[in-house]
């Protein structure tokens, strides 16, 4: 059976740090993608901590001109 997507995610609902599950379901796209986009170098705001990444929301809605 396909995976459903979760509801969309609102801007004003993201925490001030997301986890990559957080963005991805805010942008709608698989976390693998959003893992090869980091790996990149082409999302903004991330901050690696040891094997954690997380990205900082407003840093990353700014580059992506999404900020509301």
């Known amino acids: 059976?396909?995976?459903?997507?979760?509801?969309?995610?609102?801007?004003?609902?993201?925490?001030?740090?997301?986890?990559?599950?957080?963005?991805?379901?805010?942008?709608?796209?698989?976390?693998?993608?959003?893992?090869?986009a980091i790996v990149a170098g082409k999302v903004a705001g991330v901050v690696r901590r040891g094997r954690a990444v997380r990205i900082v929301t407003q840093r990353y809605l700014a580059a992506t001109g999404c900020d509301g």
């Open 1 to 36: 059976m396909p995976r459903t997507r979760d509801a969309a995610v609102r801007t004003e609902d993201l925490p001030d740090v997301a986890t990559i599950s957080e963005i991805a379901a805010y942008e709608r796209i698989d976390e693998r993608t959003l893992r090869k």
